[in-house]
Nanobody, 124 residues
Framework: QVQLVESGGGLVQAGGSLRLACAASGSIISINTMGWYRQAPGKQRELVAIITSGGSTNYADSVKGRFTISGDNAKNTVALQMNSLKPEDTADYYC??????????????????WGQGTQVTVSS
């Protein structure tokens, strides 16, 4: 089993900053990618930012230049620094990871795991 535990989030005024953190633990062989998704009320969940084990990153257009994702392969953690927050960034933010775990005897496979979500509210 693999668990993703998130921290951070909360209430901030527009223009402010927040930092989200996520730690993966459990029967992990390796992690391919870690990232953050968000879901606003009445909207579909969307990708915010993702980072590969090699350090490559990808961001949603709406957060480019404002959010920065970083990862620590040794600690199996990922963080999302969110600056210049806007009211439209208000959502539940979820950590996600593609984790390679043991599967059967002598084999392994990647499985996607999700955190429980943390709320971010940006007031105008």
């Amino acid at each position: 089993q693999v668990q993703l535990v998130e921290s951070g989030g909360g209430l901030v005024q527009a223009g402010g900053s927040l930092r989200l953190a996520c730690a993966a633990s459990g029967s992990i062989i390796s992690i391919n990618t870690m990232g953050w998704y968000r879901q606003a009320p009445g909207k579909q969940r969307e990708l915010v930012a993702i980072i590969t084990s090699g350090g490559s990153t990808n961001y949603a257009d709406s957060v480019k230049g404002r959010f920065t994702i970083s990862g620590d392969n040794a600690k199996n953690t990922v963080a999302l620094q969110m600056n210049s927050l806007k009211p439209e960034d208000t959502a539940d933010y979820y950590c996600a990871a593609s984790v390679v775990v043991r599967y059967g005897y002598g084999s392994a496979r990647p499985i996607d795991y999700w955190g429980q979500g943390t709320q971010v509210t940006v007031s105008s």
